[in-house]
């Protein structure tokens, strides 16, 4: 104990003296939590549309009027030909092109069917998915509210109708930041312990005192629990400070117990932590600890969940993910955060992250090597 005792002060002291990690572990992350999810946006709006419009007619008019009107879609103006509004996707002044036949309104009235073309800039398949689908669904109602405002169905055989109501669980505003704060929150407490700890003992090495500590009696299990403990408390903490900050800039308040956050951050910082240590053991300068941790976090957030479904991964990214701590701190954070889940519904998570923990902190007691 007296050895742990030594360890700790001596980390301690290292770190509140260091400014720029100060920083790091508790500025950094404040002003991204504030400033990610306002940007980090799930809505497609702002879609520059281009209209070829060859009627010129009233229903025309008032199917533009309709588009325009919803706010999704900025309209930049009247094409003469669909060549020169085919120059505007080009030249990334245009995201969608509608062409409306010269026949419209007469095909539309005498023989009940008109065609419309949309041209689509497919270059973001996300932001052109959504934005067609909004456009047909527009296009859709407007061709519906035409034939029940013209052509009007008689009251004696009445039009069948299939009405839906929808129910939102968990999240009834829709409010995507209540879906991305808790999931950026995760990557801040994992990029904050995972770099720190796998610089702490390179950083060591380079300024030499590591050599001192190697000619201690100080098992390296020690050692390495002493790092632990420190970065542990300051991810703690990190987190404590990031929910502090969710609920008062964005209202993000836990449906479920706080407490099952802590606890499954307790094993998961275990296991962040120990993949930093086991960098950190294996690389000889700090820019080489850096470029390592980054590349892992990087694949860790990409595979994450954060931003792409898991389930629309393909089958190999999806086997990946069942190795990535990440992936289930998203989901318990999310689960206790938006659901209320309860201790039984987060206990698989919580076991695969603490076997996790297990590995990579003995790997790292064992990759680590007293010599002089």
């Given at each position: 104990m007296k050895m742990l005792r030594f360890i700790l002060e001596k980390e301690f002291r290292q770190v509140f003296r260091n400014k720029a990690t100060m920083r790091m572990m508790f500025i950094m992350p404040?002003?991204?939590?504030?400033?990610?999810?306002?940007?980090?946006?799930?809505?497609?709006?702002?879609?520059?549309?281009a209209i070829v419009d060859h009627d010129r007619s009233t229903w025309s008019n008032q199917l533009i009027q309709k588009i325009t009107a919803t706010g999704y879609f900025r309209f930049i103006g009247y094409v003469n030909s669909y060549p020169a509004a085919v120059g505007l996707i080009e030249h990334d002044q245009a995201d969608v092109i509608m062409t409306i036949p010269p026949r419209f309104e007469k095909d539309l009235v005498k023989e009940d069917n008109a065609e419309i073309m949309l041209s689509v800039n497919a270059i973001n398949g996300a932001k052109a998915n959504i934005g067609s689908g909004y456009l047909t669904s527009i296009i859709r109602n407007y061709s519906q509210d035409i034939r029940v405002?013209?052509?009007?169905?008689?009251?004696?055989?009445?039009e069948p109708v299939i009405e839906t109501e929808n129910r939102y669980?968990?999240?009834?505003?829709?409010n995507y930041q209540q879906f991305m704060v808790p999931g950026i929150l995760v990557i801040l407490v994992t990029m904050v312990g995972s770099i720190l700890a796998a610089m702490n003992i390179v950083r060591e090495k380079e300024?030499?005192?590591?050599?001192?500590?190697?000619v201690t009696p100080i098992p390296k299990y020690i050692f390495i629990i002493g790092k632990l403990i420190l970065f542990w408390i300051m991810g703690q903490f990190v987190?404590?400070?990031?929910?502090?900050?969710?609920?008062?800039?964005?209202?993000?308040i836990p449906q479920g117990n706080i407490g099952l956050i802590f606890l499954f951050s307790s094993v998961y910082l275990l296991a962040v932590?120990?993949?930093?240590?086991?960098?950190?053991?294996?690389?000889?300068?700090?820019?080489?600890?850096?470029?390592?941790?980054?590349?892992?976090?990087?694949?860790?957030i990409l595979l994450g969940g954060l931003y792409t479904s898991i389930d629309s991964m393909p089958n190999w990214a999806q086997w990946i993910t069942k190795i990535n701590p990440v992936t289930y701190f998203i989901e318990v954070m999310r689960m206790v955060v938006m659901k209320?889940?309860?201790?039984?519904?987060?206990?698989?998570?919580?076991?695969i992250v603490a076997l996790l923990a297990v590995v990579l902190n003995t790997w790292a007691v064992i990759s680590y090597r007293k010599t002089a």
């Open positions: 404040i002003i991204q939590l504030v400033l990610l999810p306002l940007a980090a946006n799930y809505e497609v709006i702002n879609i520059n549309l405002r013209n052509f009007p169905v008689s009251k004696l055989v009445p669980w968990f999240n009834v505003y829709m300024i030499g005192t590591i050599e001192q500590i190697n987190l404590l400070l990031g929910m502090l900050v969710g609920r008062v800039v964005y209202g993000v932590l120990g993949l930093g240590l086991l960098i950190s053991t294996t690389a000889q300068t700090q820019q080489q600890a850096m470029l390592v941790a980054f590349f892992l976090m990087m694949v860790f209320g889940s309860s201790l039984r519904d987060i206990a698989g998570h919580l076991g």
